[in-house]
């Protein structure tokens, strides 16, 4: 997971402090300077907001910050990661941190031999 959507998804399991808030209120307010109130990479956020436990909504968030490129932009970069290091100050925020990077649905590697079949429902009365 790159460091924007990391930063974005951490901070919403931990948006209960001001220091956490206001970082990303600046991120997501760059976000929109950037990309438009109106783009997808906001809409993503906006949902991902609604059901921070959504890992469908966490990929679209990665998805869409791959889409309008702005992992490569520095002042992102920059305001992701003081958002991680504030996030790194808290109580247990390595751990919020570690368990976004490892638990996030663009990071699951799936192996082996798949068949798939149609199921058969049974009778409806």
Sequence with gaps: MDVITTAIVAALANLSKDAIKDGYSALKAALKKKCGSESDLVDA????EKKPDSEARKA????EVEIAKVKD???MLQLAQ???DKIKEQPGGQEI???TQTNTVSGVNV???FEFKPTQEGKKS
Aim: hydrophobic share 30%.
């Design 45 to 48: 956020v906006d949902k991902l």
């Design 60 to 63: 679209t968030v990665q998805e």
């Design 73 to 75: 932009d520095p002042e």
């Design 82 to 84: 003081d958002l991680l």
């Design 97 to 99: 941190i570690n368990q």
């Design 111 to 113: 192996g082996g031999n």
